[in-house]
């Protein structure tokens, strides 16, 4: 074990399973994830007693600990390919801090990088978590463009995409692009 920041990362291969993750910390370690996610253990509780317990609860709690990240905390998480990051930044590290602390997300050090781990159980919990939110973003923000290219069609009889997609960018805070906008306007045709 090594610990960097106040964060410990574990020496070793990553591994994607939650209970061999949880294996690789000692006891200690261990009952400080159990304090974290506010489950009551003994110190009597053999390591194998508190990873049971503990595995349980980190599945039960993880879409709900997910969902109150803010956003670009998940959008770090989310960019993970298959539960991994690899060659992680200290800021990076810093940033999903509290994730690691609760057991959700394991910090390796691999070749003297740190190497991000979201266990497989969890990834459908983080998946739950952004993909519908940007998908309704974006449906609502389609919704939105259409609106405002129909009002220009209304009052000139036609609309310049350009001069729509520059208002666009100047009062809303997603940027918007000529591709993404005519993408919006060809499945509206479509529908």
């Given at each position: 074990m090594k610990e960097i920041h106040n964060i410990t990362l574990i020496k070793g291969m990553p591994n994607h399973k939650l209970e061999n993750n949880l294996k690789a910390y000692k006891k200690d370690q261990l009952l400080q994830i159990a304090e974290n996610q506010?489950?009551?253990?003994?110190?009597?509780?053999?390591?194998?007693?508190?990873?049971?317990?503990?595995?349980?609860?980190?599945?039960?709690n993880a879409a709900n600990f997910f969902?109150?990240?803010?956003s670009n905390t998940l959008q770090i998480l989310a960019t993970e390919d298959n539960g991994t990051l690899q060659d992680?930044?200290?800021?990076?590290?810093?940033?999903?801090?509290?994730?690691?602390?609760?057991?959700?997300?394991?910090?390796y050090v691999v070749n003297s990088k740190v190497t991000l781990i979201l266990p497989n159980e969890l990834i459908s919990s983080i998946e739950s978590e952004t993909?519908?939110?940007?998908?309704?973003?974006?449906?609502?923000?389609?919704?939105l463009f259409l609106r405002q290219l129909e009002n220009a069609r209304k009052i000139y009889g036609r609309y310049d995409l350009n001069h729509l997609v520059s208002v666009w960018n100047h009062y809303f805070t997603q940027m918007l692009t000529v591709e993404e906008a005519t993408?919006?306007?060809?499945?509206?045709n479509n529908d």
């Open positions: 506010q489950l009551l253990m003994k110190k009597s509780y053999t390591k194998t007693k508190i990873i049971e317990q503990l595995k349980s609860i980190i599945i039960e969902g109150q990240l803010d992680v930044s200290y800021e990076t590290l810093n940033s999903v801090q509290s994730a690691i602390e609760s057991g959700y997300l394991f910090a993909s519908p939110n940007q998908v309704n973003e974006e449906s609502e923000n389609s919704t993408t919006w306007i060809k499945r509206n």
